[in-house]
């Protein structure tokens, strides 16, 4: 059944105001919603009639394209998913779909050697993966690490588009330390992976830091089409050319970092180094060896380090090496 490209963006738009359970969705309000997404999709107004806008949702309760949304009416005028878990975005491939996809991954195979694609090899493994493991039914060949129930994911694709679009946020964010949620405009940059967790990257309106928000403390998100979006003119590699994580801390300098792990672990820190300034200062004669990384001293180099337990010493500097000696005497008293 061919769908619209307009019906595609109202779709998608009911999808995310239904997907924030932190406001009640009546019908003029998705209506406003879905005229506001295309006409910043589109950069004109588009009339949406309720009698659009129901059909929409008759569409989407359907079969016909594989939603099945369970969308329900409360109260006699609000609009809500009953499963508050449910996203368009989840529905699986068709055969027809995996079909498609096969073709197309025979298709960008024959690119794969150029310098252009080089990038994308993994990728194209991936999906070749995932296509093979649905189209026969057999095991995977290739197994990524993955945590299905970490938080936030679902923000992923709005948050893309978002950048991609430069639309300024409303973001209702509650950090860990934060008694309450609290609605922040938000200009987005950049998403940024570290861990397995997501995290966003941007800044306020009203100030011009760079500010990290991690995507499972994201409690909704609302579009301000009104407001002008401020771009940030930093380079992403260079920002966090000596971080390791996603703390930067721009007011310090790096520094150098001096440790030494012992024999049996030294061969996973060579195959896999913390960081790309990593180099070797001594192979000791017991196997053990001492590198040295150049970075900023934050919570995500504590946590790296403190992994390694008793199989690496931290050499230098002396805070970090009394910061880990703390905190390794703490977790000791734990076991009595």
Known sequence: MAVTKNALIRYKTIDKCLQNHYR????????????????????????VSKRTLQLDIQMLRSDKLGYNAPIEVYDKKYYRYSDPRYTI??????????????????MLKQFQDFSLFSEFKGILNKLEDKIYTVKNHKSA???????TDLKGLQ????????????????????????????EIEFHPHLLKEFNNRWFLIGRKSENTKVITFALDRILGIDYDFNAEYIPIHYDADEYYKNTIGVT??????????IFKVDRMNAPYV????????????????????????????NFELERLLLGFGNSLEVLAPRVLRRNLKRKLELAAGLYG
């Open 89 to 106: 975005t989840n529905i699986p491939l068709t055969e027809n779909d995996m079909n498609v996809l096969s073709e197309t991954m025979n």
């Open 248 to 257: 930067v801390l721009d007011r310090t300098k790096p520094q150098k970092v």
């Open 141 to 147: 060949i290739i197994h990524l690490d993955k945590n």
């Open 155 to 182: 923000w992923l694709d709005e948050l893309y588009q978002a950048i991609l679009k430069q639309v300024v946020l409303k973001i209702m964010y509650q950090s860990f330390r934060a008694a309450y949620p609290a």
């Open 24 to 47: 009640k969705w009546t019908l003029d309000d998705l209506i406003e919603a879905c005229s506001d997404a295309l006409f910043e999709f589109e950069g004109r107004d588009i009339n």
């Open 270 to 297: 060579l195959t896999k180094p913390f960081h790309h300034s990593q180099k070797i200062l001594e192979e000791h004669t017991d196997g053990s060896v001492t590198f040295m990384i150049i970075v900023h001293h």
